[in-house]
C-alpha cells in the first residue's frame, strides 16, 4: 500500500485524488501548504508526494526544491494548469517524475502514480534520511558521497533501511546477514554495528543507528 501526500488548489483536483484513492490500494494525507506538509514530511515520510505548481505561500516548485535537498529517490508529481513545454521542462528539470496537466480523469492519475510507485519499488534502492544504499549497485552514498563498507556492514545497514521505522531484532540480523541463527553471543554483531555507526557519523549521516535495549536495532 502506497503513501501519498498531496497539496492542490482547487476542489475538483482534490477529488479526483481522493476518488483515485478509494479505488487503488493507497493512503493520501491532504495538506493546506507547504509548510505543514515539510513539517510532516521530517516527521514521517510518504511514498510519493503530488504537488500542485501554484499555491499559496509557498509554491509547489519551492516545496519540490526543498524535498529534493533531503530525498533524490521519493518520487514527486506535478500537477498545473500550465501547459507550455517550458514549464513542463522547468519542473523536470528541479527534479519532478512527472507533470500532469489539468483537467485530467482519475484513471489518467492512477496510471501515472501507480508506474511510478512501481518503477520506485522495483528500483532495490533503499533510503532514510541522506543515506541511499543501492542494492544493485553495491554502493552506499552519504550526501551524494560514496561510503566504503564491508560486506556485512552493507547488509546490515541494508535490512535496517528495509526495515525502517521498525525495530530488527538480533535474530532476524543473525539470520540474514549471517545465514545462521542467533545463539545469544553478540560480540560480532556489536563490532559491526559499532564500525557501521562510526562510518555514519564520520560522514555526516542525518539519521542514526538506535539501540532498542534487549531487542535489536532501528534507523531513523
Known amino acids: 500500500m502506497g503513501n501519498i501526500y498531496f497539496i492542490v488548489n482547487d476542489k475538483s483536483t482534490h ?3 481522493e ?3 478509494q479505488h487503488s490500494n ?10 505543514d506538509l515539510l513539517e510532516k514530511y521530517h516527521q514521517e515520510k510518504p511514498d510519493m508526494i503530488l504537488l500542485n505548481t501554484k499555491l499559496p505561500g509557498m509554491s509547489g516548485l519551492e516545496i519540490l526544491k526543498e524535498i529534493r535537498k533531503l530525498n533524490q529517490l521519493i518520487p514527486i508529481i506535478m ?3 500550465l501547459q507550455s513545454d517550458m514549464d513542463k521542462v522547468v519542473a523536470l528539470d528541479m527534479g519532478a517524475d512527472d507533470y500532469i496537466v ?3 480523469g482519475v484513471l489518467e492519475l492512477s496510471s501515472r502514480i501507480q508506474a511510478k510507485l512501481r518503477r520506485n519499488s522495483d528500483a532495490n534502492l533503499y533510503e532514510a534520511g541522506n543515506i541511499i544504499v ?11 558521497h560514496e561510503v566504503y563498507l564491508t560486506n556485512k556492514e552493507f547488509s546490515i545497514l541494508k535490512l535496517l533501511l528495509k526495515n525502517k521505522s521498525s525495530v530488527v531484532s538480533k535474530e532476524v540480523i543473525f539470520k540474514d546477514v549471517w ?3 542467533f545463539i545469544g553471543e553478540t560480540r560480532t554483531l556489536d563490532m559491526h554495528i559499532k564500525s557501521l555507526r562510526q562510518k555514519l557519523n564520520a560522514h555526516e549521516a542525518n539519521v542514526e543507528i538506535k539501540t532498542i535495549r534487549g531487542v535489536g536495532y532501528i534507523i531513523g
Do not use: R, W
Open 102 to 104: 489539468k483537467p485530467f
Open 179 to 181: 545465514e545462521t541463527d
Open 19 to 21: 476518488k483515485m484513492m
Open 134 to 144: 543501492d542494492d544493485k549497485q553495491h554502493t552506499c552514498l552519504i550526501s551524494d
Open 26 to 35: 493507497l493512503q493520501g494525507v491532504g495538506f493546506q501548504n507547504g509548510t
Open 15 to 17: 477529488f479526483i485524488i
Open 79 to 81: 500537477i498545473s494548469a
